[in-house]
């Protein structure tokens, strides 16, 4: 077990100091301050808006949206998908606000689900959470690369743009494992610095959406016009060969399902001054800015889209660039697709960070091979090591883009539904496992609370399943989505790390009832002392100094 890890139920040393009320809430969920505190709720908030990047989602997969259900399911969808996921939100909020650790998500599975099935849910979730930021990562960077290289098809380039060609895989790979290598860059800068790196995240993001509501709508008026008001509202298509009420449904893959990564927030609590407040603020806001951001991007590009034949004829590694073309021209694709391109990496920058802090975590508990390496913190307040291993499992799952187009992407089918699955799983642990114990939170719910539990619990249970089913019908082998395949196996592995890891070596029973017990008793002395007072912020003062990390 790492040295950052203290017994929360130990008496603190005896001398007298000065404790920040952000590092005594650390020690009493049993560990040490060793990451810089120096994020504000500007960068909390830049942090999940960042990771989600909803206008990139939404362009991922505009087409799959139109393809189930048509115009009419993509905004209805849409506007359902909004509500459920600010429910999320505000539920995870308020446990971020009782429990803000770095890499939380594990933490708040375990708080969730008690001292009995704690330690089997924080395995479990740290799994699959851990699985789906790494590929995230990975198909980030891939994603990049197929913005840059549709390009070829808007010239008309002879290079073959065909996935099945090695030529195109090969160099889609080195363009990935460059974009990917920047990306990482950036997430060695120390915290005070790195702090301009959300901020010029949402610049871009910002930038990207006015460029597209300003910008397009005039492109279209003067290219290939808009689709009518009928169209954009009522029309409703079946091109998956699902059933049709299914069909429907699928729509949610294309907007549910790219409102991921807002718990953020969350794996950079300990780096956040007043994270209790903080941390939780981030969460919600962030949620509320982008689903606020996404609804005019939906409708705009259903006016804006081409007709149906035009649509289905844009073929391009990603054939939003082609849109793009037919609106802005040749000229104006290119500036649209640099500013894509840019603001993708600072996405991927931002979800290496928070994907770093979660492997920094599970290793701070001892509990991966070279533990004591992989949780060691630079002198700039960075996790580098944790860093290291997010870029070596990237850089080698984007390694399958070689063999063939299906093994890659059978492997990113994998890095939305396992939050997904992680939320529900804490919706469902803290409903029905943990109804009665006590969880202050400074952000709390209140009276809604238990119903926010259970509709998060339900919403993101029915989304998995629809992130888990094919896209089109009948399905065969190239249309087989692996999702549950990649999460089946990395249940397995958890529950196998669960069964055959020592107790004493990760989150112990005992451990779990003293953070409980510290949440229930000691919320108030932790949080709650303080004041303004001559214009200076007093600080709690401990009788008894904690040992220096």
Known sequence: MSDQVVDPTAPISSASSIVDDDELLLRRLGYKQTLVRSYKLLESWAASFAAVYTLGGLRATFAIG????????????????????????????????????????????????????????????????????????????QGATYYMLSQI?????????????????????????LFLAVAMATCFLGAKVYK?????????????????????????????????????????????????AWNWMLSFFATGGIMIGFDASGHIAEETKNASLVAARGIWW????????????????????????????????????????????KAGSVVMIVLIIFTTVLNTSVSIVAA????????????????????????????????????????????????????????????????VASWGLIAFGRFFL?????????????????????????????????MFSPLFFPVDGAGLNY??????????FAFACWWFIPEDKWLEKRKIRAVIASNEENFDDIVGHQSEKNGVRERIVVRGAEEEA
């Open 286 to 329: 962030s949620a509320v800015s982008c689903v606020a951001i996404g609804f005019p991007y939906v409708i705009l590009f259903l006016f804006c889209m081409p007709d149906l034949d035009t649509f289905s004829s844009l073929h391009a590694p990603q054939p939003f660039v082609m849109l793009y073309s037919l609106a802005l021209g």
């Open 66 to 141: 139109i393809y189930g259900g048509g115009p009419q399911a993509y905004w209805i969808t849409y506007l359902i998908s909004s509500v459920f996921v600010l429910i999320t939100a505000a539920v995870l909020a308020e446990i971020c606000s009782s429990l803000p650790a770095a890499g939380s998500i594990y933490f708040w599975a375990a708080e969730a689900a008690g001292p009995r099935f704690g330690r089997l849910f924080a395995f479990v979730v740290a799994w699959w959470t851990t699985t789906a930021w790494t590929t995230f990562v990975a198909s980030n960077s």
């Open 356 to 419: 770093s802090r979660l492997v920094y975590a599970i290793a701070r508990d001892g509990v991966l091979p070279f533990s004591g390496w992989i949780s060691k913190v630079a002198p700039n307040g960075q996790p580098k090591n944790a860093l290291w291993v997010i870029w070596a499992v990237s850089a080698t799952v984007l390694c399958t883009i070689l063999p063939s187009p299906t093994a890659f992407s059978s492997l990113i089918s994998a890095s939305g539904v396992p939050t």
């Open 434 to 466: 943990t109804p009665h114990q006590l969880m202050k939170s400074r952000w709390s719910l209140g009276f809604l609370s238990r119903p926010f539990q259970l509709i998060a619990f339900l919403w993101n249970t029915f989304l998995s399943g629809v």
């Open 153 to 177: 098809n808007v010239w008309g380039g002879s290079f073959p743009t065909d996935t099945s060609d090695i030529k195109f895989r090969a160099l889609a790979w080195i363009c990935s494992q």
């Open 196 to 244: 301009y790196i959300f901020r010029l995240s949402v610049f871009m993001i910002m930038l990207d959406f006015l460029l597209n509501i300003i910008w397009v709508p005039i492109g279209v008026s003067k290219s290939y016009g808009f689709r009518s008001a009928e169209f954009a509202f009522l029309e409703t298509i079946n091109w998956t060969g699902a059933p049709p």
């Open 483 to 492: 999702a549950p395949v990649i999460m089946g196996a990395v249940t397995v």
